[in-house]
């Protein structure tokens, strides 16, 4: 969501969850689809444990569901988070852009006529 100023706002948590490597890793792995949490310790070379102790995380900033199914859990990404960290991002983007622009102009209004 947009704050009233117009530029969108990033909830903290997601960076923070995105900053370990094993979770980021979790999440690029999900990107491709759901899986249980045995399949990404194993993708990984973690311990269940270790999957399911970033996974909690990611699950808390909002970042991954888990489904039951029988008897396990399948994890899956949510994309709000991650459409709110593009927008984030893409905000910086149109600044610099912008920026560039301005130069841009300056520098072919100081342009000598004949070059």
């Not at 117009?6 to 990107?31: C, F, H, M, Q, Y």
């Not at 029988?70 to 990404?77: E, F, M, P, Q, T």
């Amino acid at each position: 969501m947009d704050p009233p100023h117009g530029k969108p706002r990033l909830n903290a948590a997601t960076l923070s969850a995105l900053a370990d490597p094993n979770r980021l890793r979790i999440v690029e792995l999900l990107r491709a689809g759901p899986l249980a949490v045995g399949e990404i310790a194993e993708r990984l070379g973690l311990h269940q444990p270790q999957a399911s102790k970033h996974l909690r995380v990611l699950g808390e900033a909002g970042l991954v569901t888990a489904l039951p199914s029988a008897n396990r859990r399948i994890y899956r990404l949510r994309p709000e988070p991650l459409q709110e960290l593009d927008a984030w991002l893409s905000s910086f983007s149109r600044t610099w852009v912008d920026q560039l622009d301005r130069l841009d102009d300056y520098l072919e209004r100081l342009r000598p006529p004949d070059g």
